[in-house]
Antibody
Framework: QVQLQQWGAGLLKPSETLSLTCSVY????????WSWIRQSPGEGLEWIGE???????NYNPSLKSRVTISVDTSQNQFSLKLSSVTAADTAVYYC???????????????WGQGATVTVSS | AIQMTQSPSSLSASVGDRVTITCRAS??????LGWYQQKPGKAPKLLIY???NLQSGVPSRFSGSGSGTDFTLTISSLQPEDFATYYC?????????FGQGTKLEIK
């Protein structure tokens, strides 16, 4: 059974770079996209972006200038970096596996446990 | 970005009730919509994909329908473990966008 285990710094100061990593256990790494989603009380669930092992990244335009999702197939890991954070980036961040099926069916079928990131001076 | 509007925002119901949650897209999204269930302190869980396909392992009391701009999630007979918050997610076009959520509470 595939599991995603995520970790990273939980407390940041404004202008610092958020960095989170998600490890994939128990399943294939190739053939999927790997995504990040965040949830804040004021904004609900927000899709941040996705990437696959071929470098096919897609990002939310609202974050595109600050976000990078990278995939490391040798380590079965993928990472999120968000630069120049502010208090508005305070949220619970989730990693997720994305599978695209026939007819462009998309599922986010495996999720990490979530990581709380707080931005405060 | 496509806006997804769910209704109602909250709902009180009893065990055994039939419940319907609606999600409306600001433009047509074919059937590119999923439904997710989230319990407090936990990650969302996929219930339905492509508007009407039941994810493996999800009880058959959950069903989805719709196409274009209007979609519904139906729970045919509420069970105690179904009290949670439900979100729709459109994957028709980037950026993918979620509805604001529907909190289902025990009456």
């Amino acid at each position: 059974q595939v599991q995603l285990q995520q970790w990273g710094a939980g407390l940041l100061k404004p202008s610092e770079t958020l960095s989170l990593t998600c490890s994939v256990y128990g399943g294939s790494f190739s053939g999927y996209y790997w995504s990040w989603i965040r949830q804040s009380p004021g904004e609900g669930l927000e899709w941040i972006g996705e990437n696959n092992h071929n470098g096919g990244a897609n990002y939310n335009p609202s974050l595109k200038s600050r976000v990078t999702i990278s995939v490391d197939t040798s380590q079965n890991q993928f990472s999120l970096k968000l630069s120049s954070v502010t208090a508005a980036d305070t949220a619970v961040y989730y990693c997720a596996r994305v599978r695209y099926g026939s007819g462009s069916q998309m599922v986010m079928d495996v999720w990490g446990q979530g990581a709380t990131v707080t931005v405060s001076s | 970005a496509i806006q997804m509007t769910q209704s109602p925002s909250s709902l009180s119901a009893s065990v055994g009730d039939r419940v319907t949650i609606t999600c409306r897209a600001s433009q047509g999204i074919r059937n590119d919509l999923g439904w997710y269930q989230q319990k407090p302190g936990k990650a969302p869980k996929l219930l339905i994909y492509a508007a009407s396909n039941l994810q493996s392992g999800v009880p058959s009391r959950f069903s989805g329908s719709g196409s274009g701009t209007d979609f519904t999630l139906t729970i045919s007979s509420l069970q105690p473990e179904d009290f949670a918050t439900y979100y729709c997610l459109q994957d028709y076009i980037y950026p993918y966008t979620f509805g604001q959520g529907t909190k289902l509470e025990i009456k």
